[in-house]
C-alpha cells in the first residue's frame, strides 16, 4: 500500500538507481503517472516529459481497457477482450478517431510548445501510477520505440503479474515494486489516489524544463 502518488515515486526511484548519470530521459504517463514520473526524475537528475496514449474503453464500461491508441496514431487492441464483452468492430474504430482527437488535443495542451526531448540513442524509463491490463504501457512502447532509444524500460509502484509478463515477452524490461495477485484496480494500492487535473501535469512538466535548462 502506498500513501500517495509522491511515496510511490520516491520508492521507484529508489529502485531505477542503477539509472543515474546515465542518457536517461524518463516520461510519465498521463495523467497521475507523470506526478511518479516526476520523483524518478528529479531523483536521477533526467529530462522530464509525457508519452501519451489514451486507452479504448469498453462500452458502459470506460475505465476497462480493450486496446489503446499512440500520440502517432499507432492502435493496439486486444480482441479476444472486445469479444468478450460484445464490442463491435465498428465501435472500436469510432474509439480510436475519438481517441486520436483526444490525444491531438491534450499534447498541444499540456507540452504548450515544449520541444518533446531526443530519445534516439537514449535509455527511455516510461513511468506510470501502476499497470491494469497493459494496453496503454503497450500502445506507450510502441510509441517510444519509434524514436529509435537503445533501452525502454517500463517502470511502475505496482502491476498485475500477467501484465507484466505480457511486456516482458515483448521484449520490455519492467520494474514493477509490488505485483499482487488479486489486483481489480490501480487505486486500491494507494490510500490517497485523487484525480490528477490537467493543469497539475502541466505545472510539474514546466517545472521539469526549467531545471533541464538550469543544468
Known amino acids: 500500500m502506498f500513501d500517495n502518488r509522491v511515496q510511490a515515486g520516491k520508492k521507484l526511484a529508489d529502485r531505477l538507481q542503477k539509472f543515474k548519470g546515465k542518457d536517461v530521459v524518463v516520461l ?35 475505465e476497462y481497457a480493450l486496446g489503446a491508441v499512440t500520440e502517432e496514431g499507432d492502435v493496439v487492441v486486444n480482441w479476444q477482450e472486445t ?69 525502454v524500460i517500463v517502470a511502475v509502484p505496482v502491476a498485475p503479474g500477467d501484465a507484466v509478463q505480457r511486456l516482458s515477452q515483448a521484449g520490455v524490461e519492467v520494474v514493477c515494486l509490488e505485483s499482487p495477485r488479486a489486483f481489480f484496480a490501480i487505486g486500491e494500492f494507494y490510500r490517497e489516489f485523487g484525480q490528477v487535473e490537467d493543469q497539475e501535469v502541466e505545472r510539474i512538466l514546466r517545472e521539469g524544463l526549467a531545471r533541464r535548462r538550469a543544468n
Open 28 to 62: 510519465g504517463v498521463p495523467r497521475g503517472g507523470v506526478v511518479v514520473a516526476n520523483e524518478v526524475a528529479k531523483a536521477l537528475g533526467a529530462p522530464l516529459d509525457v508519452v501519451i496514449a489514451k486507452k479504448i474503453g469498453a462500452p458502459g464500461e470506460p
Open 83 to 151: 469479444e468478450f464483452v460484445g464490442a463491435s468492430r465498428t465501435y472500436v474504430e469510432s474509439q480510436v478517431r475519438e481517441r486520436k482527437l483526444e490525444i491531438r488535443e491534450r499534447s498541444e495542451r499540456l507540452r504548450g510548445g515544449i520541444p518533446y526531448p531526443e530519445l534516439e540513442g537514449k535509455v527511455v524509463l516510461i513511468v506510470d501510477d501502476g499497470i491494469a491490463t497493459g494496453s496503454t504501457m503497450e500502445a506507450a512502447v510502441k510509441s517510444v520505440r519509434r524514436r529509435q532509444p537503445t533501452e
